[in-house]
């Protein structure tokens, strides 16, 4: 078994390389890619190095499997020969996730869609898995008729580029803290990542725009796509808003269901608790919710705060966080790899 | 026309000094009244300073118009004797916003429920303001019918004690931000104000957790009370979450409202743009969106990601961001004083 990591020397990719390596993994040999700038990096998996080498035409040659993490228009160019081939791809970009014939997989939700893939099996976003991973369970029991979420997503959901734009502007803006109550836009930090300040604030706005004009950004219009396809729940109107926070790692996602059964909070906890990958972290009377800092590091994903709106049995508000470059990527592409050797 | 500010040394209670400068507000003398604590601070009023004297029993007696900001507690013991003695009080606590008798009142959408005041009146809560500042509009058009919110409240609405905690934290833990990735439980600061560490985090958990058991917590339920009560929908169902962020001043709510009448975006952002108060901010093409550094120090509202869901023509999502010291609480008391004063 030959491993690929595309991406290696991303966040993502680094990510991958300790679970494979967490997990001890079966493979034979390992091989990272990542862009001609990377060549030659070395990183060290298991009690070993692997250098990195530039990605070129045949760098699928002798690979039964592929992890890739390297963008979306990377994603287009190189995975398609790749899956002709034969080397099966689990991709964590956004590229295939709508493609009929590419599943989007969370093992512990719809392991089933597997078996329909041609070569590609994609990885789904960061916030929906976090938000799917508590949602899955509700649905398969009180059926998702309505979706309203918010998120709060870490800067590491860009990337190291985005941890390293937060720390710089928490360096310039921290000693000046108190004049934030009345900031001089003249002296914020622009950013280049996240196109604003993002220390000390809070954006509206993750990926771009959708160009068809809907209003909606792409990251937000990802919710709605891949829970209605992970789910099967084509007819699903969902409301997503997606905001970038300045946490370093941690997506969490506050979350609105309506469903067609009438369902307790008590039901919906018994359900998540005995759900495979989630943690219930809901106790109010010790303070018992769950917070990004709780939930970087950890392969679950903690789910808290339910509960029930007054005059309406079939609502129910969640709070989910999970590792946005662990569960939320990197732990649930080698979770579907496992899968794949598995069937 | 004597005015006296209560709780005048803590966030708000600044904030309304500076307003009532800044707006030219008609009074002849003011007194500042804080906790013996705070005896003999020097406050700067206008020109001039003022001197903070310590609250007592009869410190109402020759005071026309109160401006309190003193907490819950303090306000059920200080207010009904002012009111019973002729002092028209405004009260920033949320201790009498659900009684029969006291009008909850934001200017520019309902100041007609000034008119059966008893002597008190509440100022909305600050996350409340901010979302009824575009929802009053909304709701005078279309009809609202459900109600869910998710906010990023800054630390400055748990007054200066919020804005210095946050300000230890991000010193202790800004030099290793790249270990946040996995972070040390035992190397976090413990926070006393928020009960978590804020820094570099988001915390649902704001206030404390309904002792009646709901789940949800004492801010959240506001939202909901405080909408139904401005807005006259005594059986709106409302689902809020309220979480804190690592913000120094500005909150921002992210809305979801499912109105009686269809409703596309575009009239929905032609009703807000004529509203007072209120700043539409919204043009995805330019990257316009409201965020809480853009709000912070502003008297207006600014609303913007002003969009519809695909497969639902009565909903709307909305993102709005409210100086939570200024319109949030001091502004919007001193408007009261004002129109108390007009009627």
Redesign the interface.
Known sequence: MRVAVVGATGAVGRTILQILDERAFPLDDLVAFASARSEGVRLGFRDDEVVVRALHDRWFEGVDLALTSAGGAVARQILPAAAAAGTVCVDNSSAFRMDRDVPVVIPEINPEALDGHKGIVANGNCTAITALMALGPLHKRFGLRLL?T?S?QSV?GSGMKG?RE??EQ??KL?EQ??T????D?QA?PAGEVF???IA??????AER??PE????TTEELKM?NEVRKVLGIP?L???A?A?R?????GH?V?I?GRFESPVS?KEAREVLSRAAGLRVVDD??R?Q??????A??LDDVLV?????????DR?L?L?AVGDN?RKGAALNAVQIAELLIER
Chains 1, 2 share one sequence.
């Open positions: 309203v918010s709060y590491s941890v937060l720390a928490v360096d921290h803290i108190e934030l109550t009345r900031p836009p914020l196109g604003r300040t000390f604030n809070v954006v509206p706005h725009f959708d004009g809907s209003g909606f709605g007819d109107v969902c409301s808003t905001v926070v300045p946490v370093v790692a969490a506050s609105y909070p109010p009377a303070d919710y769950p917070t990004p800092l709780d970087a590091g808290g705060r339910v509960r029930q709106p007054d005059g309406d609502a508000l709070f470059l």
